[in-house]
């Protein structure tokens, strides 16, 4: 299994954004993470489809955007035309969830459904057959450099199954406190693509570095 790197641009120096997508493009990141926040469903307000625009041009690599808002009905559209390829919706904002990943898939994009800790692997079994992507949360969104919950790794292991069991290609990306050290747990679990903010735009030697140690790890 080929494990994909996803930085988070959260962690990212948001007065140079642009050269910070340029940075991890250089050094071997195989797609760009835009954490999206209301400050509604989430404390903090993040990244508008302006400023995911404005970096589009600059990378080959693909976007995906993370939305942990109250309203990704209204949001999702802006965000693929922004540039992003893969759109991804948090199962706990969505009453009507199979609607709202059509509405995705309608655009052209990639959908994707994010389940928090607290949330079961069970509250997308009903969807599976039409997602491109699972995102479980191993910390609770909204906040970058939060420590990794390890007891989401039952949850990993459990959409694993329930992808393998479906018999599609189906991304199992993890989120939260992935670093050198917890990543070849998640991976283990069943996880083959990793967002990672702050071990990448943190490291003291460089994203370069940061992502060759991710990826050595598993």
Not at 127 to 150: C, K, S, W
Request: negative net charge.
């Amino acid at each position: 299994m080929v494990v994909e790197i996803a930085p988070s641009m959260l962690a990212a120096d948001c007065s140079r954004l642009g050269d910070e997508c340029r940075s991890i493009a250089e050094a071997g990141a195989h797609r760009v993470h835009w954490d999206v926040m209301d400050g509604v469903f989430v404390p903090n307000l993040t990244f508008g489809p302006d400023v995911v625009a404005a970096c589009r041009p600059l990378v080959d690599l693909p976007f995906e955007a993370h939305l942990m808002v109250v309203k990704p009905d209204e949001l999702a559209p802006l965000y693929v035309e922004a540039g992003c390829e893969t759109v991804l919706i948090h199962a706990e904002t969505c009453p009507h969830l199979h609607r709202s990943l059509d509405a995705i898939s309608e655009t052209g994009a990639r959908c994707g459904v994010v389940i928090n800790p607290h949330t079961p692997a069970s509250s997308i079994s009903e969807v599976i057959g039409m997602i491109d992507e699972v995102l479980v949360m191993t910390v609770n969104p909204g906040f970058g450099g939060q420590r990794y919950i390890a007891s989401v790794e039952s949850k990993i292991a459990a959409v694993r199954a329930m992808i393998d069991a479906s018999g599609r290609d189906i991304d199992l990306e993890v989120d939260g406190g992935i670093t050198a050290a917890t990543a070849p747990a998640a991976v283990a679990a069943g996880a083959n693509v990793l967002v990672a903010g702050s071990a990448v735009f943190g490291h003291s030697e460089g994203p370069a570095i940061a992502i060759k140690e991710l990826v050595s790890s598993v």
